[in-house]
């Protein structure tokens, strides 16, 4: 049986008469330690058949002599009246036993090395109490650990209190049946009241000494499979019941795993520019724990798996590599009169260099959404490439850029660039070059 050698030997002597067997005043009422905590059963203690056939001979010798002689006054010295008070139980017996262990052995009582008696032995009198209290395994819970140990008390009362005298308070820890029931193996207490806290209230008994079991079924207090049971004082010395809701579960989080971005140079794309070819998608991590709480307050919390159980899509990106165009220089003005400024009002011829490799119609989406008749709302911009009558003309253009044709549109453009470079067109300009 589990235990450990503490044992509480709570006994209370009722008066016994004076012989100079009795058990004296002032005996301590705690009895050493018996077997080891391991022992799987305490052997009872009881005098051997020998000893026993020595003690009763004698007795039953001096009967019939007192027979035989007609005594009846050694009769009556041989016969005594006791009460034998076992675990609480109460019985008046008459007795030829000359001691306490015959006395044990005569009505069956055995008695292991843990168990109490008193008197501890010797001759037995006329009207001598005789008590036994039978040793009971307890679970005690202190500073947060939990032991078992053996006591003889009969109430949890009366076990507190003995704790509370060895200087080691806590509370009993009553265990479950395989019914799901709460035991202590004793009563709560003597006659007094008791409480139930249970659910952040507290529940009041009847007085009387119960069971933990049958006060929970009075007050209709259901036990869950983990919860737990204790058996304590409050600071008045009041028996409490104290029913802690325990719940296990398995908890789970999750978290987003970034993704990365990879780079893959394009040549077909001019410095400085990107493109994202595959979206990045997050993954996800999961993390499973077994969470324990106590009146719905977190005790122990222990991992159970930690896993990416969604792996992150990388973002793939295209960078480009190829080289910007160097502009060209601008061009002089051709003097009045030459035959360059004749040909001014003609189409420039398109242009076979630089500006000719660039994107012109990314530009002309930006600009006008590839329309070459728009006009903006103001009234100034023209075109494809939103030429301002100004320019148009300083580039040879005559009439309304928006009349002209598309080529005609893109060739000027391509001569404005030759000129004066992307800046014309600050906002898409940078198309150009994609």
């Known amino acids: 049986m589990p235990g450990t050698r503490d044992v509480w030997n709570h ?3 009722p008066p016994t ?4 067997d009795a058990t004296t005043p002032g005996a301590p009422d705690t009895l050493p330690a018996g077997a080891s905590a391991g022992a799987a059963q305490d052997a009872p203690r009881r005098p051997g ?3 026993r056939r020595r003690l009763l001979l004698p007795v039953s010798g001096a009967v019939a002599a007192l027979v035989l002689t007609g005594g009846a006054a050694g009769y009556a010295q041989a016969h005594k009246s006791v009460t034998l008070d076992v675990d609480g139980t109460l019985t008046e ?19 292991g090395d843990r168990d109490a008696v008193a008197p501890a032995d010797g001759a037995l009198a006329d009207g001598t109490t005789v008590v036994v209290r039978h040793a009971r395994s307890l679970l005690v819970e202190q500073d947060g650990a939990t032991r078992a140990v053996w006591s003889t008390a009969l109430t949890a009362d009366a076990a507190l209190e003995a704790m509370a ?3 080691a308070p806590g509370q009993l820890v009553a265990s479950r049946s395989s019914g799901g029931r709460a035991d202590l193996g004793l009563e709560l207490a003597d006659g007094g009241p008791v409480d139930v806290l249970v659910d952040g209230t507290t529940l009041q008994t009847p007085d009387g000494a119960v069971g933990v079991a049958e006060v929970l079924v009075e007050l209709g207090v259901t036990l869950g499979p983990l919860d737990r049971v204790g058996v304590r ?20 989080t999750t978290s987003e795993v970034a993704f990365a971005t990879v780079e893959r140079d394009d040549a077909a794309r001019t410095v400085g520019t990107r493109r994202v070819l595959t979206a990045g998608v997050p993954g996800v991590r999961t993390v499973v724990e077994h969470v324990t709480t106590v009146d719905g307050v977190e005790t122990a919390r222990t991992p159970v798996s930690d896993a990416v159980t969604q792996a992150p899509v990388d973002e793939v990106v295209a960078v480009g590599t190829k080289p910007r165009p160097v502009a060209a220089p601008a061009r002089a003005a051709a003097p009045s009169g030459t035959a360059a400024a004749a040909d001014a009002g003609s189409a420039p011829a398109a242009s076979t260099g630089s500006a000719g490799s660039l994107n012109w119609a990314a ?3 930006c600009e006008s959404g590839g329309n070459p008749s728009i ?12 030429f301002s009558v100004t320019t148009w003309q300083a580039v040879g253009g005559s009439g309304l850029p928006s009349q002209a044709s598309a080529a005609e549109q893109t060739a000027r453009a391509q001569a404005l660039y030759e000129r004066s470079g992307a800046g014309q067109w600050p906002h898409c300009g940078p198309r150009l070059f994609s």
Request: hydrophobic fraction near 40%.
């Open 165 to 167: 005298e060895r200087g």
């Open 233 to 252: 004082e409050d600071a008045d010395g009041r028996v409490q019941v104290v029913v802690e809701r325990v719940v296990e579960q398995d908890v789970t």
């Open 11 to 13: 006994v209370t002597l």
């Open 17 to 20: 008469s004076a012989t100079p």
């Open 49 to 51: 058949p020998s000893r």
């Open 93 to 111: 017996v008459g007795t030829f036993a000359g001691s306490v262990d015959e006395l044990l052995v005569e009505h069956g009582v055995a008695v």
């Open 363 to 365: 530009l002309a989406a």
């Open 375 to 386: 006009v903006s709302a103001s009234g100034r911009y023209h075109g494809l490439y939103q």
